[in-house]
C-alpha cells in the first residue's frame, strides 16, 4: 500500500465544512450527519468509512444534495471546485450531477432501469451534459464499456440489466460514472452488494480507473479492508460525526480513537504482523438511534477507557501528536 | 415469444372451457329448451318427443360436448324472445356496448394516467389532494345514481343533453356496425353514458397510477437518474413512468373488462340499446339461451382482452421478451 | 329443501339481533373497556392506529357519521316516524308528497314526511332508514360470508400450494375478471329459478347475502393468499414444521393470525362494495322487492318518477347511500395508511 501525500498547494477539489444534515419529524428533529467536515484534493482516494448509521451515506449524497426527504443539510457547507453546493437550486445542481460529480450506488440490482437498455442509461447521461450527437455519444459510451473490460460492448449496448451478472452491472455503474470524466466520484458501498470473489476486481478497476484519469473519490464503506486496499486517506465515522481522520497507513497501523481500535480488532484478519488470536474482538452494545444519542462522546457508553469526562462534553477533532492524525477523543494527546 | 404466446392461448383455452362448463350447467339447470322451442303450452307428449328429438335424455357428458361443439361453430342457442339465434342477436347489440366501453377507457386512460402522475410527484399540493379526495367520493358514488343525476342536471333542469337513447346512427360496413360516432346527435347521446361509466373506474384508475408511480419514486434507479442530472422530464416519464406502466397494464386491462359489466347499469339508465340492457331484459324475461350466450360472448371478451394485454405486457417488459426468445 | 326454507327465513332475524348485539356490545367496551380490562384498553389506547386516528379529522369525522347512521338504521323502528313494512302505512293519496318545505309538502303532519313520501305514500325517512338497515345487513353479512369462504380458502391454496392452487386461484381469477356484479346477476338468476320469484323475494335478505358473499370470495381468496405466501417463507413456520405441527395447526395457529391484518383492512372496503353490489343488483330489480325496498330499490323506484319532477325519491337515499358509502371508504382509507399492508394490487 503506498502511501501519497496530497498535493497540499492546490485548491482542495471537495472542502466540505461543519456539515449537518437533520430530518425534521412530526415531534423532534433528528440530526443524522453533525459537525462534519474534511478535505477531498484532486486524485486523492478517500475512505469513509462507519456502521449502517453512522450518517456516511447520508454525507455522500448530500454532496449531491440528493437526500430523501424530509431530509435537509441544516448547517455547513460544501466547497466543491471552491463553489459552495448548499445555496444551489435543483436547477443549479442538475448540470453538476453527473458531469463533474458522478455517484455509484450500492446495489447494482437496482441502480440501473430495469425496462431500459445499458445503451439508452449511457446514452442519456452523456446527451444531459454533452452537445453530443446519438452517433457520437454511443461511441463514447461504447468506448468506456471497452475501458471497464466489458466484451462485446457494441452488442451489450442494446441489452437490459437482468442479462448482466452483478459485478458486469456494477462495472455498467462505473462506465457510467466515467463517461463524463468527472473530478469526483462518491461510490457508496460500490462492493457490498456483489460476490466477495468479484468484489476485488471491482476495487482494483475503480482504483486503475481513478488513478488513470486522476480523478478523486469518495469511498464510503463499512469495511476497513476495502478502505485500507484503496483510499489515501480515511475517515472514520461513529453516530453522525467524524471520530478519526489521516492518512489511511496510519489510521490502520495505529488507531488512536477507541471505536477506531474496536473496528480494526474485529477485523478478522490479523494487521501489521501481529499474531492471530484465533478469536475475533467484538465491540459491546450498539451503535445509539438518532432518537436517543447519549450526552458527550456518543461512542462513551461502549468505550472500554472512558473516564469521566466522556459522559459530560462532546471530544473535539485533536491532532494526535505521534501519528499526525485528528481524533475525537478526550484520551488522544 | 412464441413459447410465452402459446402458453398464454393455453391458458385462454382452458378459463374457455371453464367458463363453457359454467354456461352448460346454467343452461341444464336454469333453462327449458323444449319450452324455449314451443312455448308453455303443450302437451305431455309432445314435450317428451321434443325431449327425446333434441337430445336432453343423453348421458350429460355427451350433451356437454354437443353444446361445446355448436358453440365453437357459434351456435349458441335460440333467444327465446327475439326467436333468433343468440349469437346474432348478441352481435347485433354489441357496437353499441363496444362504442361506450371504447370511449370510457379511451376517457379513462387519457384522464387517470396525468392525474395519478402528478398527485405522484407532488402529493402534497393542493391540486393532489383534490385529485384524491374527488376519486374517493367517486368511488363512494353507485355508477347508476351519477347517471341519475346528470339526467337530473343537464337533461331535466339544463335541458342539455338528450337522457336516452343513442341518437342519429350511420350504418357502416353494409349496415353491421352502427356508429353514434359520426354524428353530432349521436356524440351527444354518448356524452353522458360515456360519463357515468368512465366515473365508476376513473378513481380506481387514478389510485393505481398513483400508488405504483410513488412506489417506482422510492426506487434506488429514480435517485440514481437523478445522480446522473437528468432533466424532470425525463427522470418522470422515462424512468419512472415505464416502470409503472407495467403493473398499471396487467391490472389495467382486468379492470377495463369489467367496465363490460358496468354497462349493464349504464345502459339501463340511459336506455342504450346494448349488450348490458340486453342481458338485464334477459334476466327479465328469463331468456335462458340469450344469458348463456352473453355469457360466453363476455367471457370471450375477457379471455381476449387479458389475452392482448398479457401480450401487451410482455412486448413492455423485457424480461418476459427476453424470455420467450430464448 | 324444507330445512333450507327453515334456515333461511331465520337468517335476517339472526343478523339483526347480532348487529344489534356486536354493536351494543362496541359501545360497552368503549365505555367500559377502560375500567373492566384495563390493561387491553391500554394497549388499544397506546397503538400506532388510535395514535393515528386521534390527528385525523376524516377519519374521526367518518366515523362519527357512520356511527350515527348505524346507530339510526339498527334503532329504526324506534326513531323512524312510521313503519314502512306495515301495510296500513301504504296510503296512495299521499304518493309523491314532497318535502315538507316545498310547495305541496305537508309540514303539519311532522316528523313523518319531512322528507316527502314515495311513490306508494310511504314516508319516505322512514323507508330510507329501514332501507338502510336492509343495505347494511346485507353489505355486512356478505362480507362475513365471502370473508369466510375467502379465508377458507385463500389459506387452503396458499399453504397446498401446486395444482389446488393453481385450480383455486384461476377460479378467482375468472370470477374477479368477470366483475362481481355480472357474477353476482348469474348467481341471482340461478337462485331465481330454483326458488321462484315468489319465495326469492321473501327470502331476499339472506338470498343477497348468499349471492354477494359468493360472488366476492375472491378479493379475499387473494389477499389471504399472498400474505399467506410471503409468510410461509418466513423462518417461525419452517420451525413449526421442523418440530411436526399439523398442517391445519400451522395453517390456523401460526399462518392465519398473521394474514388478519390485511384482511381487516380490505373488510371494510369490502363492506362498502358488498353495499354497491346490493344497490346495484336493487337498481336493475335482482335485489330487494318494492315492499321492502333497500336504499338501491327505492332510487330504482324513484328514478321512474325522476323525469315527472319528484326527484326527492331518488336523490335523496342516493344521497345516504353516498354518504354510508364514503364514511365507510373513507375509514378503509384510513386503515390501509395506516396499516400499510401490502394488498394485492387488483384492489
Given at each position: ?333 | ?99 361506450l366501453v371504447f370511449t370510457s377507457a379511451l376517457l379513462i386512460t387519457l384522464l387517470s394516467v396525468p392525474c395519478g402522475i402528478y398527485s405522484a410527484i407532488h402529493p402534497r399540493r393542493l391540486l393532489s389532494r383534490i385529485i384524491l379526495g374527488v376519486s374517493t367520493v367517486g368511488v363512494s358514488v353507485p355508477v347508476f345514481f351519477t347517471a341519475l343525476m346528470c339526467?337530473?342536471l343537464f ?36 356524452i353522458m353514458p360515456s360519463f357515468a361509466l368512465t366515473s365508476i373506474m376513473l378513481p380506481l384508475f387514478i389510485r393505481l397510477v398513483r400508488a405504483e408511480m410513488m412506489e417506482v419514486l ?23 413512468f415505464?416502470?409503472t406502466l407495467?403493473p398499471v397494464i396487467t391490472v389495467g386491462g382486468v379492470q377495463l373488462g369489467i367496465l363490460i359489466a358496468f354497462t349493464i347499469l349504464t345502459?339501463?339508465v340511459f ?5 348490458g ?28 382482452v387479458?389475452?392482448?394485454v ?17 | ?55 385525523d379529522?376524516v377519519a374521526?369525522g367518518s366515523?362519527?357519521i357512520l ?72 353489505g355486512?353479512?356478505?362480507v ?32 374477479l375478471s368477470?366483475s362481481t356484479l355480472l ?33 366476492e370470495?375472491p378479493q379475499?381468496?387473494r389477499t ?41 383492512v380490505i373488510s371494510t372496503v369490502q363492506v362498502a362494495n358488498a353495499m354497491m353490489t346490493e344497490a346495484g343488483?336493487?337498481f ?11 336504499l338501491g330499490?327505492?332510487i ?18 342516493g344521497a345516504l347511500l353516498v354518504v354510508l358509502i364514503l364514511s365507510i371508504n373513507l375509514l378503509g382509507d384510513f386503515c390501509r395508511d395506516v396499516?400499510n399492508p401490502?394488498l394485492y394490487k387488483g384492489m
Open positions: 500500500m503506498t502511501s501519497m501525500t496530497p498535493p497540499s498547494a492546490a485548491a482542495p477539489l471537495l472542502e466540505v465544512q461543519h456539515l449537518e444534515v437533520s430530518f425534521p419529524t412530526k415531534t423532534k428533529t433528528l440530526v443524522a450527519v453533525r459537525d462534519v467536515s474534511f478535505t477531498l484534493h484532486r486524485g486523492e482516494r478517500l475512505g469513509l468509512v462507519g456502521e449502517s448509521g453512522a450518517g456516511k451515506s447520508i454525507t455522500g449524497f448530500s454532496i449531491l444534495k440528493l437526500i430523501s426527504r424530509p431530509g435537509r443539510i441544516s448547517n455547513g457547507s460544501i466547497l466543491f471546485e471552491g463553489r459552495d453546493l448548499v445555496p444551489l437550486s435543483e436547477q443549479e445542481m442538475r448540470p453538476l450531477r453527473g458531469d463533474r460529480i458522478s455517484m455509484i450506488f450500492q446495489d447494482p440490482m437496482m441502480t440501473l432501469n430495469p425496462v431500459l437498455t445499458i445503451g439508452t442509461q449511457m446514452i442519456e447521461t452523456l446527451l444531459a451534459h454533452r452537445r453530443l450527437s446519438r452517433r457520437e455519444a454511443r461511441d463514447q459510451a461504447i468506448e468506456t464499456l471497452r475501458a471497464v473490460h466489458i466484451p462485446s460492448p457494441e452488442k451489450r449496448m442494446d441489452q437490459y440489466p437482468h442479462q448482466f451478472s452483478g459485478g458486469m452491472r456494477q462495472r455498467i455503474v462505473i462506465a457510467i460514472a466515467l463517461l463524463t470524466r468527472p473530478s469526483l466520484i462518491i461510490a457508496d458501498e460500490p462492493t457490498t452488494a456483489l460476490d466477495v470473489t468479484i468484489q476485488a476486481e471491482i476495487l482494483d478497476l475503480l482504483l486503475e480507473l481513478a488513478e488513470h484519469e486522476g480523478m478523486g473519490l469518495l469511498l464510503i464503506t463499512h469495511d476497513l479492508a476495502v478502505v485500507s486496499q484503496v483510499t489515501d486517506r480515511v475517515a472514520v465515522m461513529y453516530a453522525g460525526r467524524i471520530v478519526e481522520i489521516g492518512p489511511t497507513e496510519q489510521v490502520v497501523h495505529a488507531p488512536q480513537h477507541p471505536y477506531t481500535q474496536g473496528l480494526l480488532a474485529a477485523l478478522p484478519q490479523t494487521h501489521a504482523g501481529e499474531p492471530g488470536t484465533g478469536r475475533l474482538a467484538q465491540i459491546h452494545g450498539i451503535m445509539p438511534s438518532l432518537y436517543n444519542t447519549p450526552p458527550g462522546c456518543a461512542f462513551h457508553p461502549r468505550c472500554p477507557v472512558r473516564i469521566h469526562a466522556c459522559s459530560e462534553t462532546v471530544p473535539a477533532l485533536r491532532p494526535c501528536s505521534q501519528t499526525g492524525t485528528l481524533a475525537a477523543c478526550h484520551l488522544v494527546e | 415469444m412464441i413459447a410465452f404466446l402459446i402458453r398464454r392461448l393455453l391458458q385462454a383455452c382452458i378459463v374457455m372451457g371453464v367458463i363453457s362448463l359454467i354456461g352448460f350447467s346454467l343452461r341444464h339447470t336454469v333453462g327449458d329448451p323444449v319450452r324455449e322451442m314451443y312455448g308453455m303450452s303443450v302437451s305431455a307428449e309432445v314435450r317428451a318427443e321434443a325431449r327425446e328429438r333434441l337430445g336432453l335424455n343423453d348421458p350429460i357428458i355427451v350433451q356437454y360436448f354437443r353444446f361445446l361443439k355448436n358453440a365453437v361453430q357459434g351456435d349458441l342457442g335460440n333467444s327465446l324472445f327475439y326467436q333468433k339465434p343468440a349469437l346474432e342477436v348478441i352481435l347485433s347489440k354489441a357496437p353499441a356496448t363496444l362504442e339526467i337530473s337533461s331535466i333542469t339544463l335541458g342539455w343533453l338528450p337522457s336516452f337513447g343513442r341518437g342519429e346512427l350511420t350504418p357502416l360496413f353494409g349496415g353491421a356496425w352502427e356508429t353514434g360516432f359520426l354524428t353530432w346527435s349521436g356524440i351527444k347521446h354518448l422510492q426506487m434506488d434507479y429514480v435517485k440514481y437518474a437523478r445522480a446522473k442530472g437528468l432533466s424532470e422530464r425525463r427522470i418522470y416519464w422515462v424512468h419512472a415505464r416502470n407495467l345502459e339501463t336506455n342504450w340499446k346494448g349488450l340492457g340486453m342481458f338485464k331484459e334477459a334476466v327479465d324475461r328469463g331468456d335462458t339461451s340469450l344469458l348463456v350466450a352473453y355469457m360466453v360472448v363476455v367471457g370471450a371478451l375477457f379471455v381476449v387479458n389475452t392482448v398479457d401480450v401487451i405486457y410482455g412486448m413492455v417488459n423485457p424480461m418476459v421478451r427476453v424470455v420467450g426468445r430464448k | 329443501m324444507e330445512t333450507l326454507f327453515f334456515i333461511l327465513s331465520w337468517t335476517q332475524p339472526t343478523i339483526n339481533a347480532l348487529a344489534i348485539a356486536a354493536l351494543s356490545l362496541f359501545f360497552l367496551w368503549m365505555l367500559g373497556g377502560r375500567f373492566l380490562m384495563p390493561a387491553a384498553w391500554g394497549r388499544f389506547a397506546d397503538s400506532h392506529l388510535v395514535y393515528s386516528f386521534r390527528r379529522a374521526k366515523l362519527g356511527l350515527v347512521l348505524l346507530v339510526a338504521s339498527f334503532a329504526c323502528p324506534w326513531i323512524a316516524p312510521t313503519n314502512p313494512y306495515d301495510p296500513a302505512s301504504l296510503d296512495l293519496m299521499m304518493a309523491q308528497t314532497p318535502p315538507a318545505w316545498m310547495e305541496g309538502g305537508e309540514p303539519d303532519q311532522l316528523p313523518a314526511f319531512v322528507l316527502g313520501a314515495d311513490d306508494q305514500g310511504r314516508d319516505l325517512l322512514s323507508t330510507m332508514l329501514y332501507g338502510m338497515r336492509v343495505s347494511l345487513v346485507i355486512i353479512g356478505a362475513l360470508l365471502q370473508a369466510v369462504l375467502g379465508i377458507a380458502i385463500g389459506l387452503t391454496a396458499g399453504y397446498l400450494g401446486k395444482r389446488v392452487e393453481m385450480l383455486l386461484m384461476r377460479l378467482a381469477d375468472v370470477q368477470f357474477v353476482a346477476i348469474f348467481i341471482g338468476a340461478m337462485f331465481r329459478t330454483a326458488f321462484g320469484v315468489a319465495s326469492y323475494e321473501r327470502l331476499a335478505v339472506p338470498i343477497l347475502i348468499c349471492i354477494i358473499g359468493l360472488a370470495w379475499y381468496a389471504v393468499r399472498a400474505s399467506v405466501l410471503a409468510e410461509k417463507k418466513k423462518e417461525y413456520v419452517e420451525a413449526a414444521r421442523v418440530v411436526g405441527l399439523p398442517a391445519w395447526r400451522i395453517m390456523l395457529r401460526h399462518i392465519l393470525p398473521n394474514t388478519l391484518s390485511p384482511v381487516l343488483l336493487s336493475l330489480g335482482f335485489g330487494m322487492p318494492v315492499t321492502q325496498p333497500s330499490s327505492l330504482n323506484t324513484g328514478f321512474e318518477y325522476l323525469l315527472s319532477g319528484s326527484w326527492w325519491i331518488t336523490i335523496f337515499p396499516m401490502r
